[in-house]
């Protein structure tokens, strides 16, 4: 399977709808938040260092991971995973962790050390499987130190 990553300029939002519907009958707000926040322009992830990218295959978008800065850190130096999904028909296939590794590249510029918070443990794996630590900081589970 050839997967292609790009970073999202323009979100593809019709392109999004399979799996904003797809997760929030899983119970996950996130891309509907996402689309939500585009919307009104509350995140574009357009700040300095920040990035989304959606992963492409054929013509279908199966996944998005996005680059923040970390609104809950003290340093500005500090990034933040977000809205991190693949859609299920593609998981298992190491499209989570090209969306990640993509994230991390991107980051290692801008960016001392990464965070996020996730309280579902298959993530929990698969952030461990990339070599984040887990943490115990408010809004915060998983960091991965990039200096
Ligand atoms: C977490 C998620 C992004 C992983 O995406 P994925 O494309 O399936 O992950 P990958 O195939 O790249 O997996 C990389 C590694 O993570 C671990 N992993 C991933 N899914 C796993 C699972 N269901 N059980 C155990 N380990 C798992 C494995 O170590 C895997 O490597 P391997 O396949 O060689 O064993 C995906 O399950 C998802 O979208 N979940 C719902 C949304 C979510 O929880 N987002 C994160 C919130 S911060």
Sequence with gaps: MVVTLQPVTELPELLLLPLVEESLAQGFRAIHRLVDEWQTEKNR????????????????????CGLNQDPYADANQIGRIRR???QQAYRRQGVGRQLVEQIICTAK?????LRLRTTDAIAAHF?????????????????????
Aim: aromatic fraction near 16%; proline fraction near 8%.
């Design 45 to 64: 992830f357009s700040k300095p260092g920040e990035a989304l990218f959606a992963a492409w295959f054929a013509d279908h978008v199966i996944g998005v």
């Design 84 to 86: 991190l999904y693949v």
């Design 109 to 113: 510029p801008n960016f001392v050390e």
């Design 127 to 147: 952030y461990a499987s990339l070599g984040f630590h887990p943490v115990n900081l408010p809004n915060c589970t998983h960091s991965l130190k990039l200096r």
